[in-house]
């Protein structure tokens, strides 16, 4: 995905998988953690925070926003750090009755989790890479060996080592040189995904010299092993706008600028054909994409574009022999799969179909081999995988069972394979890794994830249900309960997650940290909203810009449609989303506050206008495209109908739990901060709303596999202390 909100908080995805842990560990039984009986929240006074009149004229519209004096870009001030600090012991206090409940789930969650858990290799080029994560560590170690089974087992780099001297530590885009010799990784220290990429020595484990700073953490190799390219940041915006070509032993300061975009509204991208001949620069915006081409064998080939961009075509390209496959919108609303020579790429006029365009399924995309291609489409909400034999044109599609699931492809780096890998999991399906045959109907299980303690997956059952919005549209949602627990009679706790931006689709998918709610009478439902691409392309184009209002309207009818059906009871309803999904919840609020017991936002979107308003802040720019750009009053105006900030009005809101990171590059802290400042200010009626900022983290949370299991524990403490 292309834009600022799609990571969500960790412990709000609807696919969160955690690995790792102790068999050892006990695992305190739900009925027994639970407590005696509620206690009451210290009566402590909530931060009151100072009010600074600032008037903001648009279109000859004037707001005033008290809360702006919050943005600090350095994040550095006095006044604004212990404020955040004063949220924090606040929201401490309030919930100093959960810390109990909040130790039994992290404990709980904790002990489903396999210590001692490796990926599964996955094989590029002469050697197959995966990673170790052993014991109490909070980082993978990532190795290599010879072979499938670990023949002559190599440690490539120990992220636990490097990690030591930091509060956070991210590693990012492991990359090899063509001749196996030297690894570069992109890490941050800081949580702003602004990398510097370093260099190893695998022969010697020495580090090289060369560090290249303010980049986007990726590396991509030319076919000398000693040029390579990287993304560079704009270190105000956080856009990676510019590609450069480093040659080793150099000073970054002699790098030379390859490419530079200048239409801010546009992601760029590098990454190399599978059979390594060619490096593509991706431009990718909302609504048009498009890509350069690199000769990866020439140290001073410059790019060329494959077509001339245009408003609304996205296409993408992959290389096999002297063709390029391309995925496009051109005249396909759901995609289509094209094909031209080398010769004729230029030509759009050339492109011929590989598989047409379909109104009623999406190409979602692709993959290729020597005497195969492997595509993915959803048809009706759901994944199809179809293997085609490209000698004989003959086609058989993948089966999987459950009524709901997430399937993907991953780790296809060769074109001479002669089997395919893929990820498979449901809400009642732990994630599953396999190999499929390309040429018959064999399939191997390499590993399933598993959950320790006395987990059986037929205790959970899982549904997919469609619940009619206002305007008659058909909204999908998957559920998931555990069956001794689920009575449909309208006594269940429900929690229900949402997103419904940028077209990203959230498909359903096991989680080990929800069984904690399950186990204890919780439904769980994803709602598949406008917004997505659940159905197609047309699902994401009716809840974005000038339809916006549809994503929310969604989620409020399948709430309402849950309850009806009797999945909910209506007093013990819950919400919860992060990030773009944070904006849901606000708007959802505002709409209707009534309709939930308790909501989570977990690093919200919620202060849109003044957001796209001011293109200094990171990614602004890069959002026009899905919410509009409000310098155009059409826009302005609908944005500001929804805009959770603007829209807080005096009235009684839900219990509420607030999360932010104080690093977040994604969306600012001070959006949070000003929103629960401003909620404090109007809202009505005793219902809590608490805020937490982790002052160490950005957008992802915490960076330890442990360590965010605490953000759950406190979401799931904060919901099960409100059931009635």
């Known amino acids: 995905m292309k834009t600022k909100l799609t990571t969500l908080s960790l412990l709000l995805a609807p696919t969160l998988i955690l690995s790792g842990c102790d068999s050892s560990q006990q695992t305190t039984s739900p009925e027994a953690s639970a407590p005696a009986s509620k206690q009451a ?39 604004i750090l212990a404020h955040l600090e004063a949220e924090n012991a606040y929201t401490k206090a309030k919930l100093a009755h959960t810390e109990d409940m909040q130790k039994v789930l992290f404990d709980e969650i904790k002990g489903r989790i396999v210590k001692d858990d490796n990926s599964v290799p996955v094989q590029d080029g002469a050697y197959y890479y995966s990673s170790e994560t052993t014991g109490d560590n909070e980082y993978p170690v990532h190795v290599r060996a010879k072979d499938f089974n670990g023949t002559d087992k190599q440690v490539l780099l120990d992220v636990n080592e490097l990690a030591k001297a930091h509060d956070y530590y991210a590693v990012s885009g492991l990359s090899v040189s063509p001749n196996d ?31 290249l700073e303010g980049t986007s953490g990726g590396a991509v190799w030319g076919n000398d092993n000693k040029t390579v390219y990287y993304i560079k940041k704009d270190l105000q915006t956080l856009l990676g706008f510019q590609v450069y070509r480093h040659t080793l032993g150099q000073p970054q300061s002699s790098d030379e600028l390859v490419y530079e975009e200048q239409d801010k509204s546009y992601y760029t991208y590098v990454w190399k054909s599978k059979d390594g001949s060619t490096i593509y620069i991706s431009h990718d915006s909302t609504e048009a994409s498009g890509v350069s081409l690199i000769d990866a064998n020439d140290p001073k080939a410059k790019p060329m574009r494959v ?4 408003k609304g075509h996205e296409y993408s390209v992959a290389k096999k022999g002297d063709d390029f496959y391309i995925n496009t919108n051109w005249n396909a609303t759901n995609f289509r799969l094209m094909k031209a020579s080398k010769a004729d790429l230029n030509d759009q006029s050339k492109w011929v179909d590989v598989i047409p365009a379909n109104d009623n399924v999406k190409l979602n995309g692709f993959s290729l081999f020597d005497n195969h291609l492997v595509y993915n489409q959803r048809d009706n909400g759901l994944t199809k995988i179809t293997v085609r034999d490209l000698t004989t044109g003959k086609e058989r599609e993948l089966e999987f069972n459950d009524p709901a699931y997430r399937v993907s492809l991953y780790g296809n780096n060769n074109l001479n394979s002669d089997k395919i ?56 949602v998957s559920l998931v309960y555990r069956k001794d627990k689920f009575k449909k009679d309208g006594t269940n706790p429900l929690l229900q997650y949402g997103y419904g931006s940028y077209g990203s689709t959230m498909d359903p998918s096991f989680s080990i940290t929800r069984l904690s709610l399950l186990d204890r009478g919780f439904v769980y439902a994803i709602a598949h909203i406008r917004g997505s691409q659940m159905l197609g392309r047309p699902w994401y184009e009716d809840g974005k810009k000038l339809t916006k209002m549809n994503t929310f309207t969604d989620f409020i009818d399948v709430t309402k449609g849950l309850v009806e059906q009797k999945y909910g009871n209506k007093d013990n309803i819950f919400a919860a ?68 900030y603007d829209q807080v009005k005096a009235q009684d809101y839900p219990n509420i739990l607030v999360t932010t990171g104080l690093h977040d590059s994604q969306v600012q802290y001070f959006e949070p901060m000003k929103w629960v400042a401003k909620l404090r200010e109007y809202k009505t009626g005793d219902n809590l709303l608490v805020f937490k900022t982790d002052m160490e983290s950005g957008h992802g949370g915490a960076s330890g596999r442990f360590k965010r299991i605490n953000q759950s524990a406190l979401q799931y403490a904060f919901f099960l202390d409100l059931v009635k």
Do not use: C
């Not at 008290?66 to 006095?78: F, I």
């Open 307 to 310: 077509i001339p961009r245009r």
């Open 41 to 79: 929240a210290p009566e402590v006074k909530a931060p009151v925070a100072k009010k600074v009149p600032h008037v903001i004229e648009t279109h000859g519209h004037k707001r005033t926003d008290n809360y702006y004096w919050m943005r600090d870009d350095e994040r550095k001030d006095p006044e």
């Open 577 to 644: 989303g992060g990030s773009a999904g944070g904006l849901l919840m606000g708007a959802v609020m505002n709409m209707e506050p009534s309709l939930y017991n308790g909501m989570a936002a977990a690093v919200p979107f919620v202060d849109v206008v003044t957001t796209m308003l001011d293109e200094s802040i990171p990614l602004t720019t890069n959002e026009f495209d899905e919410w509009g750009n409000p310098k155009n009053k059409e826009y302005y105006d609908y944005m500001l109908s929804y805009s959770p």
């Open 421 to 476: 890998r893929l990820y498979y999991s449901s809400m009642t399906t732990p994630g599953s890794h396999y190999d499929y045959s390309l040429t018959g109907d064999a399939k191997k299980l390499l590993k399933q994830s598993k959950v320790l303690g006395d987990f059986n997956a037929n205790n959970y059952k899982s549904e997919r249900i469609m619940i009619t919005a206002r305007d008659g549209k058909k909204v999908p």
């Open 181 to 211: 010799k030297i690894l570069a990784y992109g890490e941050d220290t800081v949580s702003r995904r602004i990398y510097t990429i370093r260099f190893k020595d695998l022969a010697t484990g020495k580090m090289l010299p060369d560090s």
